[in-house]
């Protein structure tokens, strides 16, 4: 498969509500996943499918998602970015907030083995 095969599947996945679906899936076990900034005492490269399941649960837990849009795959060589907005309200803030986020995902082996966000908080 394609990196653009690959990041349709991931797209398709997104958008139909399984993210974890898609992590079990299309992620390599090795896969690094690194976001812009650390979580407070926490750090910003996390390693493996277990790890990325958590993070997502967990942002899934401190935030309540009012919508989500999804754009892409856009490909380049073995890589492939995905344009991700979300509409959430921080359970900490109680403030209703528009995130919009960059995700750059690399493929090896038909897995994704590393992914990056960029945002502005």
Known sequence: MTPFDIGSQLV????????PEAIE????TDIVS??????????????????????G?????INEIHAATVEGPFPHGDRF???????????????????REIALYTVKNDKIVREEFFYQM
């Open 25 to 28: 899936k299309l992620y390599a």
């Open 34 to 55: 690194v976001e812009a900034m650390a979580p407070p005492g926490g750090s910003a490269e996390q390693t493996g499918i277990a790890a990325c399941l958590a993070k």
């Open 57 to 61: 649960k967990h942002w899934r837990e």
């Open 81 to 99: 970015a995905v344009f991700l907005s979300y509409e959430i309200t921080p359970r900490a803030s109680g403030k209703r907030t528009t995130m």
């Open 12 to 19: 398709t996945l997104v958008r139909a509500g399984k993210g």
